[in-house]
């Protein structure tokens, strides 16, 4: 029996890890699912056992954040931002940082898979319009929406999922990250300036005379309006799931548009994603083999020095280009738990899981998404252009944030 679910959790975490497997078109989302069936079929698992090891709070919570985005996309608001950021943008070291600071800020509370997604062919619109090599301001997207999302439990999916299994207040998780994030955000634009400093300069740009896409403004004041309320219950303490939820509501009542209409904008396989996930990490949790790595694990690793910290964030950041980063802080939440927990090493973890997503191109799936959206407008980024950018800004931003939380949280 232990034997079988430990070949079920591997087959399902190729799927997951490897996108391209020849000969079979499978993504993250059915990866766990055929994994989590898998369990069932056989026996391993019951339904109701598999019901039970989903952790719900974190699929409401994401439901209702993934609502209120919707309606905003469907609003064309993230369209939008994009085009005038890019229009009052007066040179290419402008929009250089144009670029950074809104996919960093708007990640920290849309989530940064959706800024990718709506802000990459705004950009290659842009720099083919303004004959601009469009590299350094993709990679600036994808980079910047990850250290970004770091800043808030909304920016990201693990970080909800740590929000939840902490409950860590949303001001004080934002507190704590402020520092490394802004910090990383200045590394950034300097080591993509260093890199392509041909092409980032501060001479002139000519006018960007494209059409502003529509932008419902109604909508948007009213999806803005649900979203400031959920944040606001956030600050207060309400649970976040319950907020979240609050926050959807709101916007059903007051929209005056079908829901039908903006829910076909959400990415509803996140959800697929994270329920068959928390099935098979159940089912492997059970088998004992958890126990073997945490025993490991623990033997490497502590929270009680700065070179300890400084390994649980090399594991973390080693584990999320592995397996991608939510299911790495998924893998690592009994470790967590073991190592006694607490408000630091939470924190540590959210931290490096979400800077970890910018070592490759392959980090995240916001990365992926940059890529994938450049690719089918016949734009290359490629593996090694992405590292000149990615290593160094990795490896700077864990180091800084490791640091900062170790003060910080042991004052």
């Not at 950009?123 to 469009?134: C, D, G, Q, V």
Request: aromatic content about 12%; some cysteine.
């Amino acid at each position: 029996m232990e034997n079988l679910i430990l070949l079920i959790f591997i087959i399902t975490y190729i799927f997951v890890a490897i996108q391209n497997i020849p000969g079979i078109k499978i993504d993250r989302p059915a990866g766990v699912t055929i994994g989590s069936t898998l369990l069932i079929l056989t026996g391993l698992l019951t339904l109701e056992q598999a019901y039970y090891f989903i952790d719900w709070n974190v699929i409401t919570f994401l439901l209702g954040m993934m609502v209120m985005i919707a309606y905003l996309e469907f609003a064309g608001f993230f369209g939008y931002m994009a085009f005038w950021l890019v229009r009052i943008s007066h040179s290419t070291s402008a929009l250089l940082w144009a670029t950074i600071i809104s996919s960093a800020l708007l990640s920290a509370f849309f989530v940064n898979d959706t800024i990718c997604l709506l802000f990459t062919p705004i950009i290659l619109k842009a720099t083919r319009y303004l004959k601009l090599n469009p590299i350094p301001y993709l990679i600036a997207i994808a980079t910047a929406s990850n250290i970004g999302s770091a800043l808030t439990i909304t920016g990201n999916p693990q970080n909800m999922y740590i929000g939840i299994q902490s409950a860590i207040p949303f001001l004080r998780f934002s507190l704590f990250m402020l520092v490394p994030v802004v910090i990383g955000i200045a590394m950034l634009y300097v080591i993509i300036s260093l890199i392509h400093r041909k092409e980032i300069n501060r001479q002139p740009l000519p006018p960007f005379e494209a059409r502003p896409p529509e932008l419902k403004r109604a909508l948007t004041y009213k999806s803005l309006g649900a979203l400031a309320v959920t944040l606001v219950l956030f600050i207060a303490g309400l649970k976040y799931p319950l907020a979240a939820l609050i926050g959807a509501s709101i916007i059903f009542l007051i929209s005056r548009v079908p829901p039908r209409h903006a829910l076909r904008e959400m990415d509803w396989s996140v959800l697929l994603f994270f329920a068959g996930l928390f099935i098979v990490m159940g089912a492997f949790e059970k088998t004992g083999y958890m126990t073997k790595v945490l025993i490991f694990a623990r033997n490497h690793v502590s929270h009680n020095n700065l070179s300890g910290f400084l390994g649980l964030s090399s594991l973390a950041v080693i584990l999320s280009n592995v397996v991608s980063n939510v299911p790495a802080v998924i893998l690592l939440k009994p470790l967590i738990s073991n190592l006694g927990g607490g408000e630091r090493l939470w924190l540590l973890l959210a931290m490096a899981s979400t800077f970890a997503g910018n070592l490759t191109l392959v980090g995240s799936v916001a990365n992926l998404i940059v890529a994938e959206k450049a690719q089918s407008r016949k734009v290359h980024l490629g593996f090694l252009s992405y590292l000149k950018v990615g290593l160094p800004i990795t490896v700077l931003t864990i180091l800084v944030g490791a640091g900062w939380i170790f003060w910080m949280a042991g004052k």
